[in-house]
């Protein structure tokens, strides 16, 4: 498997730590959904540091990012799509998902993120994610 989480500083893994205690509304209703393998037992991580970001949700096996945003996102579309394609560059599928989307249309969004975890699955395609 490639190497997608690596070695962080203090600071950013200090900083993932904080996210993950501080998390939104919305960030703690989806990780009470994907966590201990509740979706078709897919192994997810939140909060996870990935080179320079610290991305919301992340499944290795599937090679998918979830991403929740706020209303400040949408001024930040610049930021976002370099993100994006930092982590595209690494092999990962992000999918981005609105608090709103999270809080009133859950059973969508976990359906959405379950159909792209099974198409990436390299179980299905027969290769190995990074190799």
């Known amino acids: 498997m ?12 200090d900083r993932a730590r904080r996210l993950r205690r501080d998390q939104t509304p919305s960030e703690g209703r989806l990780w009470e959904a994907l966590r201990a393998g509740r979706m078709e037992g897919w192994k997810w991580r939140r909060q996870v540091p ?13 090679a998918t990012v979830v991403e929740v ?6 001024e930040r579309a610049e930021v976002d799509a370099r993100r994006a394609a930092f982590l595209a560059r690494r092999g990962l599928h992000v999918l981005r998902f609105w ?7 859950l059973e969508r969004v976990c359906w959405t993120i379950l159909s792209a975890c099974r198409e990436t ?3 299905r395609r027969g290769r190995r ?3």
């Open 2 to 13: 490639a190497q997608i989480v690596s070695v962080t500083s203090k600071l950013r893994r």
């Open 129 to 131: 994610i990074g190799r």
């Open 50 to 62: 990935v080179g320079p970001f610290v991305v919301d949700f992340l499944c290795l096996e599937a």
């Open 99 to 105: 608090n709103a989307e999270v809080a009133t249309d």
């Open 121 to 123: 699955d390299p179980r």
């Open 69 to 74: 945003d706020g209303g400040i996102h949408a």
